[in-house]
């Protein structure tokens, strides 16, 4: 109970410490937040109350029940690598950061078996079969090593496309984590530790020269960002659309955060909630000098650049041959059935954003380009295992891996096209840790999307 106590009054004293919230006239809250939240998104033909009410209602609520699932809720990843790029291995000692692993009984067997019936997994292995029968066929003189080194190279193409530095699921360190028994929410990882990550991804990663300054950044003169914005304006879309990206991600951490924040812990229980003061300290228009605004639209520009990855990959779900193998049969073709319904419902929205215009022009430029895109991005996720906290790690490498993969879905638009109705597709593949993240990081997106009607109606309401 002391301990309880403890940890409120240390509560109550961090909200003490928080900047004050300026009171006004009924509405007054909401409308320094969403005020510029509205109409519509820059770079896009969408706007924000499109989005609202196609997620809020139509969207969210298949998603959610999808994410439910076995499938979807297993996620193996590895939280014991190194931090690749300094040496700290210092980790959040409070225990909301830790992670519960799942003990292997508790996995679907469909999910951790090597062999599996009808999975993407086995979808593959019969392509790399079929591959080696296939290259055979050609000259059979090949010895067995050559077909095997040949296969390794299709292979090492394929992960070229990759803009993730993705976990080896098959190390003794990599374990199977339940999300739903690990769920997103506030744990009081925050501070030098944290700023230094996502100083580390904005300056070092996103394209950015070192003399422009960024808005609000630690330590630095603030010219109310308009330097920033003079520069991000004046850069190629792509520079800028990944700008936005990473910010989007930010916005939309700091929402979950924010709308799943510890508001009461003792012996008994532990109650977890909104908290509208960290919400405001955020995203309120006046407390962070017109930032907050501005990173809410970079998430709806993030849920465009998404939802347009689920739209764009439905021939590669939609294939009869292609199962989402738990073990339980009808369960799975329930979930497939769903899955679709969803991949259907995100083609059908009226006002997608247009990759068209990404790497357009030179060709030569256009590649270069989109390889240091890939870089700078899989760079981003590396720096995932360099997060203290393991709980903040985990949900930082699945939305990461989530983005990469839609990244990846986005730029191959040629081989996803040439997908046969039945059969192998050699050119384009998923595997399950991908595909687990993509559902996952769109839900996230989505999730944010809805939170943000929850607090528009809370801070409407305050007087």
Known sequence: MAAGAGLLRALGLAALLLPAVPRGPPGGAEHRCFCQVTGHIDDCTCDVETIDAFNNYKLFPRLNELLESDYFRYYKVNLKKPCPFWNDNSHCGIRDCAVKPCPTDEVPNGIRSASYKYSEEASNHAEECEEANRLGAVDESLSKETQRAMLQWTQHDDSSDSFCEADDIHSPDA??????????????????????????????????????KRPLASGRGDDGGHMFYKWLKGVCIEKRAFYKLISGLHASINIHLSARYLLQDTWSEKKWGPNVTEFQQRFDEVLTRGEGP?????????YLIELRALSKVLPFFDRPGFQLYTGN????????????????LAKSFPLHFDENSFFAGNKKEAAKLKEEFRLHFKNITRIMDCVGCFKCRLWGKLQTQGLGTVLKILFSE?????????????????????????????????????????????LRNMQ
């Open 175 to 212: 374990e199977y984590v339940d999300l739903l028994l690990n769920p997103e929410r506030y744990t009081g990882y925050k501070g030098p530790d944290a700023w230094k990550i996502w100083n580390s991804i904005y300056e070092e990663n996103c394209f950015k020269p070192q003399n422009v």
């Open 294 to 302: 501005r990173r809410l639209k970079n998430l709806y520009f993030l």
């Open 414 to 458: 040629n081989l996803i096209g040439k997908i046969p109705e039945s059969g192998p597709s050699y050119g384009f593949r998923l595997t399950r840790q991908e595909i687990v993240a993509l559902f996952n990081a769109f839900g996230r997106v989505s999730t944010s999307v809805k939170e943000l009607e929850n607090f528009r109606n809370i």
């Open 329 to 344: 049969k009808s369960h799975d073709a329930e979930i497939k059935n769903l899955l679709l319904e969803i991949l259907h």
